[in-house]
């Protein structure tokens, strides 16, 4: 059964960082593409980065510069490195990942940035 687990979330002033991590279990976590997306309040979830089985990353515009993705195959996990936060990064981050069609998310890890 494949569990994904969010970590690191918090409160921070706008212009600091967070670190989030997801552990992965269940799965062979080294042959397959991860994922992080969010979802502020009424807004739709969407995608923040990828990362491919080779550590290849892939980052929404609005992230670029800002964030950086990452996986450590030898812990099952990946991570999201959040700089230069501001107020409109504020929403609930997921880990994700598809495996033989089938999407499977994390709990979910609540980041909220004051300005």
């Known amino acids: 059964q494949v569990q994904l687990a969010e970590s690191g979330g918090g409160l921070v002033q706008a212009g600091g960082s967070l670190r989030l991590s997801c552990a992965a279990s269940?799965?062979?976590?080294?042959?397959?593409?991860m994922g992080w997306y969010r979802q502020a309040p009424g807004k739709q979830r969407e995608l923040v980065a990828t990362i491919s089985r080779s550590g290849r990353p892939n980052y929404a515009d609005s992230v670029k510069g800002r964030f950086t993705i990452s996986r450590d195959n030898a812990k099952n996990t990946v991570y999201l490195q959040m700089n230069s936060l501001k107020a409109e990064d504020t929403a609930v981050y997921y880990c994700?990942?598809?495996?033989?069609?089938?999407?499977?998310w994390g709990q979910g890890t609540q980041v909220t940035v004051s300005s």
């Open positions: 994700y990942t598809n495996i033989a069609l089938v999407d499977y």
């Open positions: 269940g799965m062979i976590f080294s042959a397959y593409s």
